[in-house]
Each structure stands twice: as structure tokens, then as C-alpha cells.
């Protein structure tokens, strides 16, 4: 299930190469809930490393992203990690510069949580199989 997010970047790192086949870029958003800010870091794989790059920080933006986790056993003990990431960033105002369709979205329904800048999409395509990468999980 994908979800999207509205707010304003707060920091933007520059591309790692993990490994020879994978790479990835992260960004912080400053996310607005309640009287405190939050601050989402999210990471961008691939082919999407680069869809930052229009923006800088102090930019409101509307960033679309798929919610990841995995575990793996590391020396007999079960790890595990979530990752948000990122497949469409837009300016707040609409301007696109993702990796999405262009057709018109329906309607989303609402959001179960009770931050209104967080909202589910009922569907969306992943930004790359587990083939697309040699992660040891």
C-alpha cells in the first residue's frame, strides 16, 4: 500500500553507492503534527535517487512513498528495519516531478490515523522488485 505525505524539506543527503547494483538517496521532511514537528526520513532507490533534485531545502512538497520492512538474522539474532520509500515527489502546489502515473488519481479514502497530512492510496506500483537489488535479505 503506498501512502503520501505533505511537508517542508528539512535536510537532503547526497547518493551512496551501497554496493556495485544498489544505491540510494535520503531526505528528511518536516512534517507538522500537533504542536511539535516531526522529522520522516525517507530514502530513494535506484533509478529514483534523482527525483530530489528539483527541490531544496525550505521546499514544500508532497512526497508519495511505500512503507518497507524486513527482517534478517545476523550472527543468530532475528534483525529487523522499515524504510520508507520514496516514488513521487511534487511541489505542495501539484507540479510532478515522480515517477507516477499520469492519469487522475480517484479518490482517496481517508487516512486511520489522526494526521492529516498522511493519507493511504489504495494502490501502487512498487519501485522494484527484489530481483532489482543484492541485499544479503
Given amino acids: 500500500m503506498a501512502y503520501d505525505v505533505t511537508g517542508r524539506l528539512h535536510e537532503i ?8 547494483k544498489f544505491r540510494k538517496r535520503e531526505f528528511v521532511l518536516e ?6 514537528p516531526e522529522h ?3 530514502q530513494m ?11 531544496k531545502t525550505g521546499d514544500e512538497v508532497k512526497v508519495t512513498f511505500n512503507l518497507r520492512g524486513r527482517g534478517f538474522n545476523k550472527n543468530g539474532q532475528m534483525l529487523y528495519f522499515t524504510n520508507l520509500e520514496a516514488w513521487k515527489i511534487e511541489a505542495a502546489g501539484g507540479a510532478s ?7 487522475q ?3 482517496r479514502p481517508a487516512a486511520q490515523n489522526q494526521n492529516p497530512t498522511l ?3 489504495p494502490s501502487a506500483a512498487p519501485i522494484a ?5 543484492d541485499l544479503p535479505f
Avoid at 31 to 36: A, F, K, L
Fill in 105 to 107: 488519481a480517484a479518490p
Fill in 45 to 55: 532507490v535506484q533509478d529514483k535517487t534523482s527525483l530530489i533534485d528539483p527541490y
Fill in 40 to 42: 520522516i526520513k525517507f
Fill in 31 to 36: 512534517v507538522q503534527d500537533g504542536q511539535y
Fill in 129 to 133: 522488485s527484489d530481483d532489482d537489488n
Fill in 13 to 20: 543527503f547526497d547518493e551512496q553507492q551501497v554496493s556495485e
Fill in 119 to 121: 493519507r493511504a492510496q
Fill in 97 to 103: 516531478y515522480g515517477g507516477g502515473s499520469t492519469q
